[in-house]
């Protein structure tokens, strides 16, 4: 079992707000995301890790780019973004959006917002090829994914017709640029959380799931996979504020933990994007959380130290 040493650097406070995302690609550029609590508006923010020895955001403007809520941003390494969200007007139904990042702007340019399925609490996460959402049933605790097909030209997605998969809270799903895929969700009643892992298959119609594991106590868990197969984890307690984060390792199609030498945060949400490696022994992530109703991002920079 491997250590690993954590540290984290406060990077940028944006105003209040509520379900915060972020997303962060091969390029360390970064995106945040979140709802508005004075409106409907969703707003986002373009950022780039420019300094990797003691990381560090520099942040473009604030900007609104639909309504709704709920809502969820993955970017990809050829600088395109794909939002889903929840509408305020029909909180049945569930849209997306894509967009080409302007890195040099920090702004993106974002196709029109089209609904694709209905449904609540949507997630997803993109590579190159694929994008896979997953979501809540607003009749039942089922769980659904569906996986679509980015056309870079029209600014819209290809979706598979949803399956369900498992029943829970919560749920999350993030995909390599193998097709390796992980999905995250909690127990309905907040205290366990899950995870499964699988892939794509070859015609990038469905997913092979080949485990369902109850890995460990707690609440709103977030999972991101690397293309190494490195997995970083985060997750809150089920009784209080407290906040944790794992990283592990895919071995067999199950996760082996490395121990995190970390103290834990105190947050009432937070959200997690995946680790990009800088060396053979050091790794930078970035992550968003909700403090007393204001979005802040953080970021880590985690050392193997054994």
């Known amino acids: 079992m491997a250590i690993y040493d954590m540290k984290s650097t406060?990077?940028?406070?944006?105003?209040?707000?509520?379900?915060?995302?972020?997303?962060?690609?091969?390029?360390?550029?970064?995106?945040?995301?979140?709802?508005?609590?004075?409106?409907?508006?969703?707003?986002?923010?373009?950022?780039?890790?420019?300094?990797?020895?003691?990381?560090?955001?520099?942040?473009g403007e604030q900007l609104t780019y639909d309504d709704g809520d709920q809502a969820t941003i993955s970017i990809n390494d050829s600088g395109y973004a794909v939002s889903v969200h929840r509408s305020t007007t029909d909180s049945n139904n569930l849209f997306y959006r894509v967009g080409k990042i302007d890195k040099e702007k920090y702004i993106i340019n974002w196709g029109e917002s089209i609904k694709f399925n209905a449904g609540t609490d949507p997630f997803l996460s993109i590579n190159e090829k694929v994008a896979?959402?997953?979501w809540s049933s607003t009749e039942s605790t089922n769980l659904y994914y569906s996986i679509g097909t980015i056309d870079t030209d029209k600014l819209t997605i290809k979706w598979s017709s949803g399956v369900k998969y498992d029943a829970g809270l919560h749920p999350t799903v993030s995909i390599n640029k193998e097709n390796d895929v992980i999905l995250g969700h909690a127990s309905a009643s907040s205290t366990n959380l899950y995870y499964q892992y699988g892939s794509v298959t070859a015609d990038l119609t469905q997913l092979k799931l080949v485990h369902?594991?109850?890995?460990?106590?707690?609440?709103?868990?977030?999972?991101?996979?690397?293309?190494?197969?490195?997995?970083?984890?985060?997750?809150?307690?089920?009784?209080?504020?407290?906040?944790?984060?794992?990283?592990?390792?895919?071995?067999?199609?199950?996760?082996?933990?490395?121990?995190?030498?970390?103290?834990?945060?105190r947050t009432t949400s937070i959200r997690i994007s995946g680790l990009q490696t800088l060396s053979s022994q050091t790794q930078v992530g970035v992550s968003i959380r909700l403090i007393d109703g204001n979005i802040e991002t953080v970021i880590q920079k985690i050392t193997k130290t054994d």
């Open 10 to 59: 406060s990077s940028r406070v944006f105003a209040n707000g509520s379900h915060p995302t972020i997303t962060m690609n091969g390029d360390l550029v970064i995106v945040a995301g979140w709802s508005s609590t004075a409106s409907s508006n969703l707003y986002y923010c373009v950022g780039n890790c420019y300094d990797t020895d003691i990381p560090t955001i520099g942040w």
């Open 212 to 265: 369902n594991n109850n890995y460990d106590k707690g609440d709103s868990n977030d999972l991101t996979i690397t293309d190494g197969g490195v997995i970083w984890e985060s997750h809150k307690s089920s009784n209080d504020d407290d906040a944790f984060y794992k990283r592990g390792t895919v071995t067999n199609d199950t996760i082996t933990w490395d121990t995190l030498n970390y103290t834990v945060d």
């Open 132 to 134: 896979v959402a997953v």
